[in-house]
């Protein structure tokens, strides 16, 4: 079955670095856009970044824009999220998602595929 996992979350200190890991099963992920997007409880989803299919173009949300790294390796079927300096307020669930191209919002329009979301939690 085409899917999407995600993997690398945990419980960090402030400050401290993780990074996501997206990985596709069952399907290429060359051409699809990724996105990255959170939920953290109580609050709406969050576009957290999104990397288009060739990796030439990459948004960032103002609230991670220059902590957060999206990157791609195709080869290994994978899409990566390094979060540096992380904070108590990225505290959430995040998602990686697969579809047409990457949105103003950091969402993927026309999402294909989604994972189940790996938990992220930014304590001391």
């Known amino acids: 079955q085409a899917q999407l996992v995600e993997s690398g979350g945990g419980l960090v200190q402030p400050g401290e670095s993780l990074r996501l890991s997206c990985a596709a099963s069952?399907?290429?992920?060359?051409?699809?856009?990724i996105a990255w997007f959170r939920q953290a409880p109580g609050k709406e989803r969050e576009g957290v970044s999104c990397?288009?299919?060739?990796?030439?173009?990459?948004n960032y949300a103002d609230s991670v824009k220059g902590r957060f790294t999206i990157s791609r390796d195709n080869a290994k079927n994978t899409v990566y999220l390094q979060m540096n300096s992380l904070k108590p307020e990225d505290t959430a669930v995040y998602y990686c998602?697969?579809?047409?191209?990457?949105?103003?919002?950091?969402?993927?329009?026309?999402?294909?595929?989604w994972g189940k979301g790996t938990l992220v939690t930014v304590s001391s």
């Open positions: 998602s697969a579809g047409q191209y990457c949105t103003s919002t950091n969402f993927v329009y026309g999402m294909d595929y």
């Open positions: 069952e399907f290429t992920l060359n051409y699809y856009a």
């Open positions: 990397i288009s299919s060739s990796g030439g173009s990459t």
